[in-house]
């Protein structure tokens, strides 16, 4: 994930996870998060907690389908 805007891969995914229905896809946002919520400035830490627990209650309701 060099190179990429942490605050722009944010604000793309929490436009879209109420749409998407792939596991992997949500998975692979997920991880991507929590590898980008390291390099975030603390202040905006809380607004990536909240955008990582929209992804994992996502994959939740997907696996209870």
Not at 5 to 23: E, F, H, I, W
Not at 42 to 49: R, T, V
Request: no cysteine.
């Amino acid at each position: 994930m060099d190179g990429v805007d942490p605050y722009a891969y944010m604000q793309s995914v929490a436009g879209r996870v109420d749409a998407l229905a792939d596991l992997r896809e949500l998975n692979r946002a997920l991880d991507d998060l929590e590898y980008l919520y390291e390099v975030l400035d603390p202040e905006l830490q809380p607004l990536a907690d909240s955008l990582m627990e929209r992804v994992r209650a996502r994959i939740l309701a997907l696996q209870r389908g």
